[in-house]
């Protein structure tokens, strides 16, 4: 009686052991930053040939935080991952981002230890992430971020302020 007693209490304690969290969703902290980041996130992947040549990762930042509040200036974070380069500076691998047509104020590499960094909940440690500045539109609500590649063609990604 007391063998079974002892093993029916080892397989209970393993048993919900084994329900316990684990930490494969740990990048999803409880945060309003982290929160609103992944609702303000789209991504796209340049396709040849049936390969994937880039991944792209933008969001838009001024809803996200107060940080990045501002009527005058529109600002965006851009995550890109090259499968098949060494060089992973997109500027440097011929792509341009353009906001409605128009070109990029200011350019910022994220360091993986910024606030910001860390409340991406979608990331790789792979990828490069950017904030990207650009002037404001008076009265447009519609904002077309527009990738562009000679060789792959363009990603749009729309956001509304």
């Given at each position: 009686?007391?063998?079974?007693?002892?093993?029916?209490?080892?397989?209970?304690?393993?048993?919900?052991?084994?329900?316990?969290?684990?930490?494969?969703?740990?990048?999803?902290?409880?945060?309003?930053?982290?929160?609103?980041?992944?609702?303000?996130?789209?991504?796209?992947?340049?396709?040849?040939?049936?390969?994937?040549?880039?991944?792209?990762?933008?969001?838009?930042?001024?809803?996200?935080?107060?940080?990045?509040?501002?009527?005058?200036?529109?600002?965006?974070?851009?995550?890109?991952?090259?499968?098949?380069?060494?060089?992973?500076?997109?500027?440097?691998?011929?792509?341009?981002?353009?906001?409605?047509?128009?070109?990029?104020?200011?350019?910022?590499?994220?360091?993986?230890?910024?606030?910001?960094?860390?409340?991406?909940?979608?990331?790789?440690?792979?990828?490069?992430?950017?904030?990207?500045?650009?002037?404001?539109?008076?009265?447009?609500?519609?904002?077309?971020?527009?990738?562009?590649?000679?060789?792959?063609?363009?990603?749009?990604f729309k956001f509304v302020k």
């Amino acid at each position: 009686m007391k063998f079974f007693f002892i093993y029916t209490l080892f397989f209970i304690i393993l048993f919900l052991g084994g329900c316990s969290p684990t930490n494969k969703f740990i990048s999803f902290k409880n945060s309003s930053l982290t929160f609103n980041t992944l609702q303000n996130t789209k991504k796209q992947d340049f396709v040849l040939n049936e390969k994937v040549k880039a991944l792209f990762f933008v969001t838009y930042l001024n809803n996200t935080s107060n940080d990045f509040q501002s009527e005058k200036k529109e600002y965006f974070l851009v995550g890109a991952y090259l499968p098949d380069e060494e060089e992973q500076d997109i500027f440097k691998q011929s792509y341009t981002i353009t906001l409605n047509g128009k070109e990029i104020n200011k350019t910022k590499l994220v360091d993986k230890n910024n606030q910001l960094f860390k409340s991406i909940a979608l990331k790789n440690k792979w990828t490069k992430y950017y904030v990207l500045q650009f002037s404001s539109f008076k009265d447009v609500y519609d904002l077309n971020i527009k990738v562009s590649h000679f060789l792959y063609g363009n990603l749009i990604f729309k956001f509304v302020k």
